[in-house]
């Protein structure tokens, strides 16, 4: 069977193919199942069948069989090339979307390379992630303090094909990353060396359930297993605190017993937190506590039979919802007393007692106990991937014991995954006791609230990070970069380790700090944010320089110093002043075009590597981008200007040459930059123009030409040896390490060049004056000779 469908310039395409392509998709067992997708990381993939080659037994084993509840799609995207790693920009990255009601997700990932020689078997590494592009670090560099990161996921390549299968994966965004390995520090030029081009394609199949079953609060729900599982889900909405999910009323074949697996939630990667709960008994209460669900969404909840086919088990799924009502600051509530109780919601910003209870039934989700105190953020947007959150009307928030402070963070736009989530607090230094500690946790979906009983801030399907003020740290910074697409919650708490009754009457100003930046600290000093986009999707990443490296660019193992900095500076732009010696000869010798070339050329070299270094020794007189493009053209156009000059052309031929090869490089390098035939091209056919011109002075006089030996001794053979190693180090000798003194040398060896290869003056023109005043005042160099100038 052919593919599905295929995208165009990285947009999916889904075809729902219902039968045999289902049974291809649920034929092989996974390779990284719920239960042990960790278990894959980091190991090496072998290239399983293509599900195209052969069809095999459904999900249940039963090839006659198939689930017609069930039905598959096919997503694709453009194929990439890939790049060694040196930093996040070398990541090719793609974006997809799982639909929702989704039991199996297979990637099928293919990798082409040309034929080339330089082609060989490489290991290719691929990353997977939820909710935001995967956090790598190939070169084993440092994170900047505070910075929470979590192993990534990752599969390897040896071959052209993979596959993996995840199943129940979450709904939404899911990443794809891969590279090959890390570059080498050579720097080669670009059309030189022969390259291979790697070209890597993943492909998402899906299989989607069409009947879900709708398990609704405290309304039992009748199953019965056969030889496919059952699919349901559950809506949880906001301010849930705990859901129960329980099995009631088991019989196999008629008889006691409850051979049922549950699989909740969904999977997700690297880090999955499905909840598998397996009833056998039938004695004992099959029964799941979830604390703090994610709140707003449905949840998943598959329930499949372990008594062997064709045996059927009935049983009744019931669900619990256990909900609290929030005190919003914003929103004062009013609820009504009881003869015992007394809460006056009107007169104090701060939430009234635990036991103090809303309008509607306890435990419903339109009743019960304050359990936190929510506290109201505006969210500013400031640029791409940059947003700012302030808790409305006040610049700190009141962290109690009674109940916990939560703040949301909307992170769920879908395009601010491709920052870092920056998180600052700081307590009043006289507020807090020294008997006492501020629990913080920041977690995604839904907030930590049972900070009475742990703190680890662990909800239902997410490990949350935590943080703690006392009196001994009143700051706390967490940094946690590419967050998850979804809503964050700021969870803030007064606990007293010692004794709950010292907390009672104590409060703390806690000052939040909440941001959302592309690139924290824009990289410092030895790096540059940069924007990445891969199709729509927005996201950025560090560019070191000066040996630094890291993903905020604060890896210093390999940083140059400052004086050495200052070195490479004076180095790269005072070797452009050997350029002084061919402007000073070409003046002497009448050569006022070239002269005026390699004036230009000098000039502008000079402040282009004096803006391109980083950190303190820089200095950028123009746009870097105006400087480098001067500095292309005037290297190009100096070796242009020299072979031509050796050619010895008439006047108007040479300067109509001069002029139109200025063109020609001043086209090709907007076209290509870096190409090495876009200079070597115009300089290879003035080296032709100067050869035919060279040998047909020799058939002319029937004399080698130059003629004198004493010209190729002392002169031309200096210059081309000095021009052939030049070559040779920018081509092949140049590396990241030794770049600052090698193209110093490239800079004195270019003009060295230039120098001795500039034919000589005409001996009947006098140095450093024109040969005829004209009556109008103005003066001009013309060369008489209708042949050739004197070579002595």
């Not at 069977?1 to 889904?14: D, K, P």
Request: one cysteine or more.
């Amino acid at each position: 069977m052919g593919r599905a469908g295929t995208g165009t310039g990285g947009a999916a395409v889904a075809v729902a193919v219902a039968g045999p392509l289902l049974l291809m998709l649920l034929a092989r067992p996974p390779l990284a199942a719920a239960g042990d997708i960790r278990k894959s990381a980091g190991e090496l993939v072998s290239p399983g069948p293509s599900p195209h080659q052969r069809q095999l037994p459904g999900p249940e084993g039963t090839a006659t069989c198939p689930d017609v509840r069930l039905v598959s799609e096919h997503f694709s995207q453009s194929p990439q090339k890939l790049s060694f790693y040196s930093w996040y920009g070398s990541a090719t990255l793609f974006h997809f979307r799982v639909p929702p009601d989704t039991v199996l997700l297979r990637w099928l990932l293919q990798v082409s390379r040309g034929s080339g020689p330089a082609c060989t078997n490489v290991e290719i590494t691929v990353y997977f992630r939820y909710g935001a592009p995967p956090v790598i670090n190939p070169l084993g560099t440092s994170f900047p303090a505070n910075t929470s990161v979590q192993s990534p996921f990752f599969i390897k390549m040896l071959q052209s094909n993979a596959s993996l299968n995840i199943s129940h994966p979450a709904p939404g965004d899911w990443f794809v990353a891969a590279h090959l390995p890390p570059s080498s520090q050579k720097i080669e030029v670009k059309g030189f060396v022969p390259t291979c081009a790697y070209v890597f394609q993943p492909d998402m199949l899906v299989v989607r359930a069409v009947e879900v079953f709708i398990l609704e609060p405290d309304v039992p729900l009748p199953q019965t297993l056969l030889d496919h599982p059952s699919y349901l889900k559950i809506f949880i909405p906001e301010y849930t605190q705990e859901l129960r999910l329980e099995l009631q009323g088991c019989a196999t074949n008629g008889s006691l017993g409850c051979p049922v697996r549950l699989t909740v939630g969904s999977a997700t990667l690297p880090r999955n937190f499905q909840k598998v709960l397996t009833c056998i008994s039938p004695t004992w209460a099959c029964r799941l506590l979830l604390p703090s669900p994610p709140w707003d969404r449905w949840l998943q909840v598959t329930a499949k039979s372990l008594a062997g086919p064709h045996v059927s088990v009935a049983f009744r799924a019931v669900a619990g919802l256990t909900a609290c009502r929030p005190w919003s600051l914003g929103f004062p509530h009013r609820p009504q007393s009881s003869p015992n109780q007394s809460c006056n919601a009107s007169a104090s910003p701060l939430p009234p007692s635990p036991g103090c209870h809303g309008l509607g039934r306890s435990g419903r989700a339109g009743g019960g106990p304050f359990c936190l105190t929510s506290y109201p953020v505006i969210r500013e947007d400031v640029d791409v991937v940059s947003v700012h959150f302030w808790p409305a009307d006040r610049v700190s928030v009141l962290v109690r014991s009674a109940t916990p402070s939560v703040m949301r963070l909307y992170l769920n736009t879908g395009m601010d995954s491709g920052g870092s989530l920056t998180v600052s607090l700081q307590a009043n230094k006289t507020a807090v006791a020294n008997s006492t500690l501020v629990a913080v946790c920041v977690n995604a979906a839904s907030p930590f609230l049972s900070f009475n009983t742990s703190l680890n801030c662990t909800t239902a399907f997410f490990q949350g990070y935590p943080l703690s003020l006392s009196a001994a740290a009143r700051k706390a910074d967490l940094i946690i970069p590419y967050p998850e697409t979804d809503n964050w919650y700021l969870s803030l708490q007064l606990v007293c380790p010692e004794g709950p009754e010292e907390c009672e009457q104590a409060s703390v100003l806690v000052e939040t700090t909440l941001s959302l930046v592309p690139c924290l600290n824009d990289c410092g000093p030895y790096g540059q944010c940069l924007l990445l986009r891969r199709h729509s999707y927005l996201y950025a990443g560090c560019s070191c320089k000066a040996g630094w490296r890291g993903w905020s660019c604060t890896d210093n193992s390999t940083a140059q110093t400052v004086a050495q900095q200052r070195v490479a500076t004076v180095l790269l732009t005072l070797s452009n002043l050997m350029f002084l010696a061919p402007i000073a000869i070409s003046v002497h010798r009448l050569l006022l075009v070239e002269a005026s070339v390699y004036a230009y050329t000098m000039f502008f070299s000079t402040f282009y590597h004096a803006c391109d270094q980083p950190g303190e020794a820089v200095l950028c007189i123009l746009g870097y981008d105006t400087l480098q493009y001067c500095d292309f053209l005037g290297s190009g156009v100096s070796i242009w200007v020299t072979i031509l000059c050796m050619a010895r052309l008439k006047a108007a031929q040479k300067h109509v040459l001069f002029l139109l090869g200025t063109l020609i490089f001043a086209m090709s390098l907007q076209l290509d930059r870096r190409g090495a035939w876009n200079m070597m091209g115009p300089c290879l056919f003035a080296f032709v123009v100067m050869v035919t011109m060279w040998v047909y002075r020799c058939g002319h006089r029937r004399h080698c030409y130059p003629t004198s030996w004493q010209r190729w001794v002392f002169y031309l053979l200096p210059g081309i040896s000095m021009a052939a190693v030049a070559i040779a180090i920018y081509t092949s000798m140049m590396t990241s390490d030794n770049y600052y003194y090698t193209h110093s040398i490239w800079h004195m060896l270019l003009a060295g060049s230039a120098a001795f290869l500039l034919p000589p003056r005409d001996e009947h023109t006098k140095p450093w004056a024109c040969s005829q005043k004209l009556t109008c005042h103005y003066q001009i160099c013309k060369n008489h000779r209708e042949d050739l100038y004197t070579v002595t």
